[in-house]
């Protein structure tokens, strides 16, 4: 089978039976644009039924495939998450709006997976079903390795580069049509990649890990590779709609001149207990197999204090976030790096950011999803730091869900909670204390809890080995906080928006 043709038919128009937006227009309607996903976001698929709607069908048939084996199938519509459904669809709608077109042409990056290929045939069905005309952009880090070693040379490396570069052996074995569509992108070389980026009205960036995305967006020696440099043009010119999900957001962290960092690793009680790495991060399992740098643990907090693709630079970007606890080493690491800001994206939710003009001061914020956008600004904080341990007060948080906007305004930041929340507070509720406060969603329970009562404080704590962390969440005067319920595909789905809420920790040993 001609690659080529494979990828035409793939992406294959399937008309769109219910594309709608979540988010007005109101504020922009063209301009620099991003969408930035936590991850987790659920979509139904062959391979993961429980994402489904009751009753969805799979054909399994003799579809064109990327290689020997059956394609995971997607069934975006009849996902039973309506948030992750209408993330992906408000994208496209998205593009279609800054294009002016019917069918937006999207680019997929599969570059944050060790095997690049794994994602491609779920990601062009994805976007193919949201409305698409969608085309992989096989950019990655043997690919640019390639690049770097001359097209006619380096492309005939490119086996002995994906393993080299992904740990990936024979990676033309499972996905034999992929590979050769690769090896003819690979001769072509930057000139065509970049005719692909400047012709495009969206690029997606998949999750996995933000360091192999970084190898596909900048050199060794950290210039920007043709294909970032096209990225940024399209975004300062309105062009081109950027987006990712994971590591695809997390990548995004980064300013000129190097300022803003990014996150590359870390667990908020290893962060917060043993500090922030600017080293490259540890092997996954390091410590079962007894490889781990010295001084360092795989969960230790690392990160690259040049920043990633810098396309996001007005603060620190994390995901995952609520879900995996995050909160300690975002803030551990704006402490650290003297970075104002650190945004926290929960799983199945958006940040969108739009700026009207390119070097504007201004920068528009609007929060779509299941979960929230964690911010924290470190513009009043106060850090004491002791022989046994450390004190951070009035650290501002803020947390923003489905419909709040927020803007940054010549460094200020101001909120607007979306308008079908309201301000009834549970007079009847106590004020809470949680333990292993760092750990798994547990700090924004304890959030929750705090945003949808009249409490002044909520309080909990965690330990590490003999490493004890206290911390509280309080209410000043420019608190303010509405929960609120909204009804999708008949389901109602309550969120509680908060601003202004104070942060103190305290890390010390153990008496």
Partial sequence: ????????????????????????????????QMMLVGGGVSICTSEAPGSCLPDTRFEHDDKPSSGKFQVEQVALLQSKDPFSRDLILDFVRQAAQLSGKEQPEVLVVTASSRNPFAAVDFYLELFTQAGAK???????????????????????????????????????????????????????????????????DAIFFNGGDQSMTLQALRGLDGAATPELTAIERGLKAGTLLVGGTSAGTAVMSGSEPAAVPMITNGDSRYALAFGAHAVEPPERDCAEHGTCPAGLHESSLTYKAEGG????????????????????????????????????????????VYVPKAGSDDVWFEVQGRGGVFILDLSTAQQDQKADGKRVRQVVTHYLTHGDKARLHQGELSIQFADWKHGVADDAAKPQQLNKILQHDHFQQLAHHLCVSNQKTASGQDQLAATRFLLQLSRNDQSKSKPGVIVKDDQAFRFCSYQHMLLELSVAANP
């Avoid at 992406?11 to 039976?17: E, G, Q, S, V």
């Avoid at 090896?183 to 990649?193: R, T, W």
Wanted: with cysteine; glycine share 8%.
């Fill in 309 to 352: 693709a810098a396309l996001f630079p007005w603060g620190i970007l994390d995901t995952h976030f609520s879900e995996r606890g995050r909160e300690g080493r975002l803030l551990e690491l704006a402490l650290a790096t003297d970075t104002r800001f650190g945004f926290g994206v929960d799983e199945a939710t958006a940040l969108w």
């Fill in 1 to 32: 089978m001609n690659p080529m043709n494979y990828i035409k038919r793939t992406i294959a128009f399937f008309p769109l039976i219910a594309a709608f937006s979540l988010h007005s227009n109101e504020v922009i309607q063209s301009g620099h």
């Fill in 134 to 200: 969608v085309r992989w952009l096989p950019i990655h880090a043997a690919y640019q390795q390639a690049q770097r070693l001359g097209a006619e040379s380096g492309c005939a490396q490119l086996d002995t580069l994906f393993e080299q570069y992904h740990g990936l052996t024979e990676p033309g074995k499972e996905h034999p049509n992929l590979m050769v569509y690769q090896q003819q992108f690979c001769q072509f070389g930057s000139e065509h990649s970049v005719a692909l980026i400047d012709a495009a």
